[in-house]
């Protein structure tokens, strides 16, 4: 008893150290710019928070972890804020989290109603995402003294099982899901092996011998396609920007939310449940909710989906909440909840930080520090949008010609701070392709970013705890049930195959004569790299070689499976996701036609199907162009004189903008970078030509 | 309305301006420090003219190419 109640002193001491900390005015500072960041990033079209989140870890290289994760967090939980502005007001959601938002708070705003929407979204927001931060505050102690038990066995098989949520991760393409989850580890192999010291995958360059950098690896998946379908798409929301008084009805939707608090306080524990199983949060988390809501509020069935405040109540908790859920099972276990989490999980890294029981032992503090700053940055975020909500509603409608330019140049400089040298803006363009082609192919890349990152932990875990235990680790209570969930996580889709079947012999001869779709080549594709890769890797020492010909068969089976499955399987309508359920729930609830004729995709999907493939290809072709040529003219003038030239040739171009608009956006723009990047952060530039042969020049900022 | 989250804006950046200088987060400004900032102004001024005026020459020397209107897109399924 006494050491209960040392053990929770202890924890009330680190959670008020925390706080203090946090309270530090510089953290709070990058944590309200976080919130901006997040607001503004859910708001604009085409960047996500989860571009957004990648874009803003290499900026945090030199901060202490309480202010790097006060401005990543900052930025994660209020992308989910900002988001239901474009939901209400065009009727189109910023993101994948407010989809449900649509269906009520939008007729809302028709019925002149905006003001109260968009206060009941902002209020059930930060009461949700309190909520989610007090669930993981709460957490801790139950996991505490579990995590003090677990040795590298068990951490080994909390790594699978993070490895295993590309299942889930996956949605709707487990097989490709699992093919990319491998992919990432065999990539997380690349450079020197710590067992043996052999060279893995380094093609003789010396850029690879420390391995790939994590940095741009995730710019190139996650933020260059989002860039590049915004040049292909090249609109922004083509809405109705007169908005009438956002401010009125503001006091309403406040009380609606007060009135409606248990109703929160269900959808917030639907949310922050949810959010907490890896894997299955974004895109389900509000339409659970909202059929949750459906289903139990008294004369929903009739006023549902016609503009009911509570409707709107309902998602908007729940998808705040989330963040706090999802962030449990990051910190505790190292298995992401989401895929934001999954590059968080990338910031503990290059932070030094083991998720795991350091996180709940010497690392508290910190741990802590998450939590408040979850809660904080709800609290300020949905301040932030009370003020603030005609100029974010504007933010809905900037101009892709306005926007990409001044994204490129940073994403450009997020990239070089890797390891500054010119092959990280390779990697960044070779993995910009390889996550645009992804993208556009449906392939998900969760599960590649969740490979790159748990890869390492796993082969080291895996060598400590043979060194030591020999295979008798394999014995342990927790270790074999983790495996087995592990294993049902992976077979999980399959065994749902089948029963959607009907059985196995249904399912079995459920094929036809192979059908070719240019998808395939990807498959192909990516079954030539991986199998190159294991052939090389046969002639490493057995140390070496043991995990990747183990990863590298299993991708080959997962691809060849797939690329089978697409060539000989008959269509089908089929679903069974539980986001697909929640869907079809709510609109055969709402006497809606069903509309979810297909899986759901765990990822950002590409919004330019409406177009013809011959305009995308030509328009990827462009922008990928457009990288080359930037990189060409860096490498002459430097970074900032190019982005001058980009910004013209790009606005002038692509959108024939105004020359009044130009000039003055250029000048600020190579103002504001040379300000913060050059004279405020000294970032080391790379070497350019002119700069070389003119040394005198080098006064110029990146030259 | 409008105008008064506009001044509430202002004012706020100012207040955090004023902050950061009094904890010392962002010193005076001295007069190096300005002469570097307009400077830095007007170097990138320059350039950006600079460019302007090559590509304005470019696009009188190349019509077709940098002046063609692009074609009206279908618009998306979600507008």
């Keep these: 008893m006494e050491s209960f109640t040392g053990e929770l002193a202890f924890m009330a001491a680190s959670a008020g150290k925390a706080f203090i900390i946090l309270m530090d005015p510089v953290r709070l500072m990058y944590l309200g710019a976080g919130c901006m960041m997040g607001l503004v990033l859910g708001i604009i079209p085409g960047i996500g928070g989860l571009a957004g989140t990648a874009m803003l870890l290499p900026f945090t290289f030199n901060m202490d972890p309480y202010t790097a994760f006060a401005l990543l967090l900052g930025l994660g939980s209020t992308t989910a804020t900002g988001d239901p502005i474009p939901a209400i007001l065009f009727g189109v959601p910023g993101g994948a989290a407010s989809a449900a938002t649509v269906l009520d708070g939008f007729p809302m705003a028709k019925k002149g109603e905006a003001g109260r929407a968009l206060s009941a979204a902002y209020m059930s927001s930060l009461m949700g995402g309190v909520f989610g931060a007090f669930l993981m505050f709460i957490s801790i102690p139950v996991l505490r003294p579990i995590m003090l038990f677990l040795g590298s066995p068990e951490l080994l098989a909390f ?33 020197t092996d710590p067992q043996s010291g052999t060279l893995r995958w380094t093609f003789d360059s010396l850029y690879l011998w ?82 949750h809501a459906l289903k139990t509020e008294k004369g929903a069935n009739l006023t549902f989906g016609k503009g009911d405040v ?86 809905s409608v900037v101009r892709f010609s306005l926007i990409l330019p001044a994204v ?63 295979l008798s680790w394999l014995g342990r209570p927790v270790v074999a049930i983790l495996l087995t969930i592990a294993i049902i996580g992976l077979t999980r889709p399959f065994l749902q195959d089948i029963r959607i079947h009907g059985g196995l012999k249904k399912m079995l001869t459920n094929f036809q004569a192979p059908r070719f779709d240019p998808s395939q080549l990807f498959t192909i ?30 991708a080959l089976l997962a691809a060849g499976t797939s690329l089978f499955n697409d060539m000989c399987r008959k269509p089908e309508t089929a679903m069974g996701g539980l986001v697909d359920q929640a ?32 305009v995308i290809i030509k328009r990827a072709a462009r922008f990928f ?55 405020v952060m000294s970032i080391p530039w790379p070497p350019t030509l002119i700069g070389q042969l003119f040394p005198t020049l080098k006064f110029i900022p990146s030259l | ?65 940098l002046c063609a209107p692009h074609a009206e897109d279908p618009p998306a399924p979600n507008s």
């Design chain 1, 625 to 679: 162009g457009y990288l080359l040529v930037f990189m060409a003219v860096m490498a002459v003038v430097g970074l900032i004189p190019t982005v001058a030239v980009f910004v013209v040739f790009f606005m002038r171009y692509e959108n024939n903008e105004r020359w009044s608009l130009v000039i003055p956006y250029a000048v600020i723009l190579l103002v504001s970078i040379s300000f913060v990047f050059d004279y």
């Design chain 1, 210 to 291: 420390d391995g790939l950098p994590l940095t741009p690896l995730l710019l190139g998946v996650f933020a260059l396609p989002e860039l590049c379908d915004l040049l292909i798409s090249r609109t922004a929301i083509a809405a109705d920007t007169s908005v009438g008084n956002i401010y009125k009805g503001q006091l309403q939707g406040m009380k609606d939310c007060f009135q409606n608090w248990w109703l929160i306080v269900r959808c917030s524990w639907i949310g922050g449940g949810i959010g907490s199983i890896p894997g299955i949060s974004a895109s389900v988390v509000d339409w659970l909710a909202y059929g």
């Design chain 1, 525 to 554: 594709f990516m079954i030539g790299i991986i199998g190159a890769m294991v052939l090389m890797s046969l002639r490493w020492d057995f140390s070496a070689k043991i995990v990747p010909l183990v990863v590298g068969t299993v």
């Design chain 1, 408 to 470: 490129l140049g940073i994403i450009y400089i997020g990239a070089f701070e890797a390891t500054r040298q010119w092959g990280d803006l390779y990697s960044l363009l070779a993995f910009g392709l390889l996550g645009w082609i992804m993208k556009q192919f449906k392939w998900p890349r969760p599960p590649l970013i969740l490979g790159v990152v748990l890869g390492d932990t796993i082969e080291r875990y895996l060598f400590i705890s043979v060194e030591r235990y020999g």
């Design chain 2, 1 to 65: 309305v409008k105008h008064v989250t506009t001044v509430i804006i202002i004012l706020f950046a100012l207040v955090m301006l004023g902050f950061a200088m009094q904890r010392g987060l962002i010193a005076t400004p001295t007069l190096e420090q300005i002469l570097y900032l307009v400077q830095m102004v007007l170097g990138w001024t320059a350039w950006t003219c600079l460019v302007a005026l090559a590509y304005a020459g470019l696009e009188k020397l190349f019509p077709d190419i």
């Design chain 1, 159 to 191: 790594s699978v099982l993070g490895i295993s949520m590309v299942a889930v991760l996956s949605g709707s393409a487990p097989l490709r899901g699992m093919t990319a989850g491998c992919f990432g580890i065999m990539i997380a192999m690349v450079g």
């Design chain 1, 583 to 614: 869907i079809q729930e709510v609109e055969q609830k709402l006497g809606q036609a069903n509309k979810a004729d297909e899986k759901i995709h765990m990822d950002l999907s590409s919004d330019t199907a409406h177009l013809p493939t011959s």
């Design chain 1, 310 to 395: 509570r409707g709107v109540i309902a998602s908007e908790s729940a998808n705040n909440a989330k963040e706090g859920g999802a962030l449990l099972p990051t910190v505790a276990f190292g298995v992401p909840g989401s895929a934001t989490m999954a590059i968080l999980l990338g910031a503990f890294l290059i932070h030094g930080l083991v998720p795991g029981p350091d996180m709940l032992t010497k690392n508290l503090n910190i741990t802590y520090a998450m939590v408040w700053s979850i809660a904080l940055a709800n609290i300020l975020g949905a301040g932030m949008c009370y003020a603030f909500s005609p100029q974010f509603a504007k933010l």
